[in-house]
């Protein structure tokens, strides 16, 4: 069985920098995709970015883009976000989730079969 465990969150200011991780054991690490999601206090969890099982293809969600990146390594079995730039508004608990499924990543909560614990994110302004 694949357990995800998410690290590197913590208490920031706006524009500063944060990189969380996840690490992955049991299972074959490069059979699936994976994604970010958050969800903060009071709201619905909502996708944050995925990437694809070869790391080459990534999609994020348009309150993100241009400043969080998603890579993974595969030999290393581990996913990164990069989150610069941070605002306020990017305060959530974070989850790293897998998708065992073909095909590339989606990014609805509901196609995901594996998730992290998550990892606070609290961005001061």
């Known amino acids: 069985q694949v357990q995800l465990v998410e690290s590197g969150g913590g208490l920031v200011q706006a524009g500063d920098s944060l990189r969380l991780s996840c690490s992955a054991s049991?299972?074959?690490?490069?059979?699936?995709?994976l994604g970010w999601f958050r969800q903060a206090p009071g709201k619905e969890r909502e996708f944050v970015s995925a990437v694809s099982r070869s790391g080459l293809h990534t999609q994020y969600a348009d309150s993100v883009k241009g400043r969080f990146t998603i890579s993974r390594d595969n030999a290393r079995h581990t996913l990164w976000l990069q989150m610069n730039s941070l605002k306020p508004e990017d305060t959530a608990d974070y989850y790293c989730a897998a998708d065992m499924a073909p095909g590339l990543p989606q990014m609805t909560a509901t196609s995901y079969q594996l998730w992290g614990q998550g990892t606070q994110v609290t961005v001061s302004s």
């Open positions: 049991g299972g074959t690490f490069n059979t699936y995709g």
